[in-house]
């Protein structure tokens, strides 16, 4: 039971440089959500997606694009990485009468 | 707008102490309640949630917590501090349905001494 799938697990990036965070979910949940967590910020969402085929901004969208690819999986794409983006990225996924589940994280860290 | 406020960013018990970790909403329409557990380099893990029915909810690994709507709190309590409890704690709001978007507040850490 995988649950909620993230790649990479860790990544290093040069300011300027672009990448996309994998999400991927097995669970069959309508909703797919990105968030960071910056410490004694809690976690804040960067955007979600409520169903296939539509995508929302969340807290935090500035500096990112994201992409539903199918009910499964969700990516988060960082065009051109700020130092400011270092942080940790978690993918959630939840449903209708279903609390969100988590992936163990991106952690990533640009120079 | 919603909004969550935990009270404190550390608390330190000792083992088989009284946990208690404060959180306080704001919310203009009743709302849905969470409490998550984050152990080191890992995701965020479900404890428990309130979702309207009883008001003093049961979790996992011992943890429960109580709505008081009166006093806009969802405390998470534990009788008996256990070491491996020590983790960052996390709680959420959302409203309407629970695939909503979560408002997390800074979190918690606790740490339990031997």
């Known amino acids: 039971n995988a649950g909620v799938t993230q790649t990479p697990k860790f990544q290093v990036l040069k300011t300027g440089q672009s990448m996309t965070l994998q999400c991927a979910q097995d669970?069959?949940?309508?909703?797919m959500y990105w968030y960071r967590q910056d410490p004694g910020m809690g976690l804040r969402l960067i955007y979600y997606?409520?169903?296939?085929?539509?995508?929302d901004k969340g807290e935090v969208p500035n500096g990112y694009n994201v992409s539903r690819l199918n009910k499964r999986e969700f990516s988060l794409r960082l065009e051109s990485a700020a130092p400011s983006q270092t942080s940790v990225y978690f993918c959630?996924?939840?449903?209708?009468?279903?609390?969100?589940?988590f992936g163990d994280g991106t952690r990533l860290s640009i120079l | 707008a919603q909004s969550v406020t935990q009270l404190g960013s550390h608390v330190s018990v000792s083992e088989g102490a009284l946990v208690l970790l404060r959180c306080n909403y704001s919310s203009s329409v009743p709302p849905y309640l969470f409490w998550y557990v984050q152990y080191p380099n890992q995701g965020l893990q479900l404890l428990l949630k309130y979702t309207s029915a009883a008001t003093l909810v049961k979790g996992i690994n011992g943890f429960e917590a109580e709505f008081k709507k009166s006093e806009t709190s969802f405390h998470l309590t534990k009788p008996s501090a256990h070491m491996s409890d020590a983790a960052e704690y996390f709680c959420?709001?959302?409203?309407?349905?629970?695939?909503?978007?979560?408002?997390f507040g800074q979190g918690t850490e606790l740490s339990v001494k031997p």
């Open positions: 959630a996924s939840g449903g209708v009468d279903q609390p969100q589940h």
């Open positions: 669970m069959n949940h309508n909703s």
């Open positions: 959420a709001v959302t409203k309407g349905n629970q695939g909503g978007k979560l408002i």
């Open positions: 997606s409520a169903s296939e085929g539509t995508t």
